[in-house]
Antibody
Framework: EVQLLESGGGLVQPGGSLRLSCAAS????????MSWVRQAPGKGLEWVSI????????YSADSVKGRFTISRDNSKNTLYLQMNSLRAEDTAVYFC?????????????WGQGTLVTVSS | DIQMTQSPSSLSASVGDRVTITCRAS??????LAWYQQKPGKVPKLLIY???TLQSGVPSRFRGSGSGTDFTLTISSLQPEDVATYYC??????????FGGGTKVEIK
């Protein structure tokens, strides 16, 4: 059974940093692209970043480009999101999501999410 | 950037009704479209990919169609357990894996 467990969320001041982690199990982690998707309170889904299975190709939404960095450690089956220069509008639940087939860029398994709150 | 516009933003229908949700891309995306269902308080669930391919385990009352810029998700006979918000997502390019704004489906 696929399991994705996010951690690292919390309350941070504007301009601060956080590092989210997503521990994966139940599948061959190194074979799948992984993504972060966020959802602000009461709002819709917003794609944040994706990293291909090999780790060399990464892409991010314009709203986080230059501030957020996605990475992965295939030896630890873990996905990361380093978030710097956080803003109030980054407040959201952050989900990690697994690609359905490998590197096809849509997602069949989601973690339960970790809440990031940016506030002074 | 390609924008994904869903309509309506919400709808209310009776059990057994046929429900149709539309997703429109501002430029053509071929068949690179997925649909997700998110029930209240739950994580998103993949329903359909490649515009019309049903994900394993999804009831056959869900159907996707379309290509290019216009796509639809149809629920042939609405059930109480279908109360949820539905999202489309384009995946033609990793540069922007955009979601639509969502359609909230309620029971009348």
């Amino acid at each position: 059974e696929v399991q994705l467990l996010e951690s690292g969320g919390g309350l941070v001041q504007p301009g601060g940093s956080l590092r989210l982690s997503c521990a994966a199990s139940g599948f061959t982690f190194k074979s799948y692209a992984m993504s972060w998707v966020r959802q602000a309170p009461g709002k819709g889904l917003e794609w944040v970043s994706i990293i291909y299975s090999g780790g060399s190709n990464t892409y991010s939404a314009d709203s986080v480009k230059g501030r957020f960095t996605i990475s992965r450690d295939n030896s630890k089956n873990t996905l990361y999101l380093q978030m710097n220069s956080l803003r109030a509008e980054d407040t959201a639940v952050y989900f990690c999501a697994k690609d359905r087939f490998g590197d096809l860029l849509f997602f069949d398994s989601w973690g339960q999410g970790t809440l990031v709150t940016v506030s002074s | 950037d390609i924008q994904m516009t869903q309509s309506p933003s919400s709808l209310s229908a009776s059990v057994g009704d046929r429900v149709t949700i539309t997703c429109r891309a501002s430029q053509g995306i071929g068949y690179y479209l997925a649909w997700y269902q998110q029930k209240p308080g739950k994580v998103p669930k993949l329903l359909i990919y490649a515009a019309s391919t049903l994900q394993s385990g999804v009831p056959s009352r869900f159907r996707g169609s379309g290509s290019g810029t216009d796509f639809t998700l149809t629920i042939s006979s609405l059930q109480p357990e279908d109360v949820a918000t539905y999202y489309c997502q384009k995946y033609d390019s990793a540069l922007a894996l955009t979601f639509g704004g969502g359609t909230k489906v309620e029971i009348k």
